[in-house]
């Protein structure tokens, strides 16, 4: 009895406190109102994940990524019918990895809390994107098909002037929210520090292709190449662009005899 009165104390404190300081919306600074149960089983993926965080409207602003797209590299088609097939610059340039999928475009409410998050220091977006991004894994991987997951690492100067991994903390909590839903621990496992960026490059944004991969020539090291020797490997960023970042990390798994290489952005470029 005492346990289920502290429980509704805590549910009336609560709802005290939404009516008292109601959210606001990270985007546009509206009042977030709860919506109605009816229209959350109609929520997409980013609704879901953002439900707290941001206001309907700002959450509407969002596109999945879904078929027709390349089923290399991710990217979605303009035209919306056809079936799923290689584009032009996968067939001009083959990427070295095996296949990369986003959760949304590069535009938008995805866009803008992405730059929040990685620019102004919003970490506590790290949770529902981290949400998201696992969701998107779950959608195109079964768990069990891949053994090790890898942040694509930021190089020891930049770490410093940021403080943190982006694509790191979008999968620290990963385990906890795998186990809590399926009741078993996550089957590949998240290895933070095993690939390096050795070398500083300078930012890719304007970068052609070409200069792009050039930048990138030698920056990752593996610190122990043998435990990626046969392994399906996934590698997990916050944006993929041309792909240059993700191929140079690919060559040296390659070059350490990885089974597969696959990539998981948030967002995908178009």
């Keep these: 009895m005492a346990a289920a009165t502290k429980l509704g104390l805590r549910a009336i404190v609560a709802a005290l406190g939404k009516a008292i300081f109601p959210a606001k919306c990270h985007l546009c600074g509206a009042f977030c109102h709860p919506s109605d149960r009816d229209r959350r089983r109609h929520d997409t993926a ?3 994940a953002l439900r707290r965080w941001l206001c309907d409207d700002c959450a509407r602003d969002y596109a999945a990524i879904t078929s027709p797209l390349c089923p290399r590299c991710g990217r979605p088609f303009v035209a919306r019918e056809g079936d799923d097939h290689l584009c032009g610059d996968c067939r001009r340039h083959p990427a070295v990895f095996d296949r990369a999928r986003a959760a949304g475009v590069y535009d938008g409410a995805l866009r803008a809390l992405i730059l929040r998050f990685k620019f102004q220091g919003q970490v506590g977006l790290a949770v529902p994107l981290g949400g998201l991004l696992l969701e998107t894994f779950l959608n195109h991987w079964q768990a069990d098909d891949i053994d090790l997951i890898l942040p694509v690492p930021l190089h020891s100067r930049r770490m410093r002037r940021r403080g943190f991994n ?21 089957p590949c ?18 970068l052609k292709r070409a200069a792009r991969e050039d930048n990138l ?20 960023d916050d944006i993929l662009t041309t792909g240059a970042t993700v191929n140079a990390c690919a060559r040296v798994l ?17």
């Design 217 to 236: 020539k030698k920056a990752f090291k593996l610190r122990t190449p043998q435990a990626c020797a046969g392994k399906r490997i996934l590698l997990v």
């Design 189 to 206: 496992r998240i290895e933070r520090d095993l690939l390096r960026r050795i070398r500083p490059t300078a930012p890719q944004t304007g």
């Design 254 to 270: 390659r070059q350490a005899q990885a089974r597969r290489v696959d990539v998981l952005t948030l967002a995908r470029a178009v």
């Design 46 to 48: 980013f609704q879901h």
């Design 166 to 186: 982006q694509a790191y903390l979008l999968l620290r909590r990963w385990s906890v929210w795998y186990e809590a839903q399926h009741q078993a621990p996550l």
